[in-house]
């Protein structure tokens, strides 16, 4: 399981087991804990705050895109959404805060 958790080989049929697996190791990797590892990239690289904003603007969404399109279950594909719908609000707010504007709930809706 561990050796096949992130292969995702079209013509390969992988047991319940490493399919769950398969998703979760996705499904770790996104929400909170993706904006953690884009700061601590950002931070280790010294790059301003602008080149996260970029990031999440430019490739997030096509990245998120492709990842999700690996996902094995329904349930998965439901909470990868959940997760990416709060990365991409976050990332929306902090392009605002990140030029000194002041984020409004009520007009990000």
């Known amino acids: ?3 096949c958790h992130q292969l995702r080989d079209k ?3 992988y047991s319940e087991h490493v399919k769950i697996l398969q998703d979760a190791d996705i499904l770790d990797h996104f929400g909170i804990i993706e904006i953690w590892m884009n700061f601590q990239y950002y931070a280790f690289t010294d790059e301003p705050v602008t080149e996260s904003v970029e990031f999440y603007k430019e490739h997030f969404p096509e990245h998120s895109q ?4 690996m996902l094995n279950y329904e349930v998965s594909r439901r909470i990868y959404k959940e997760k990416i719908d709060f ?8 392009a605002v805060e990140a030029k000194g504007g002041i984020f409004h709930i009520d007009e990000a809706k």
Request: aromatic share 6%; net charge neutral.
């Open 1 to 3: 399981m561990i050796r």
């Open 11 to 13: 013509d390969t049929t």
């Open 66 to 69: 492709h990842v999700g399109s």
């Open 87 to 94: 990365v991409q609000s976050f990332a929306d707010r902090m």
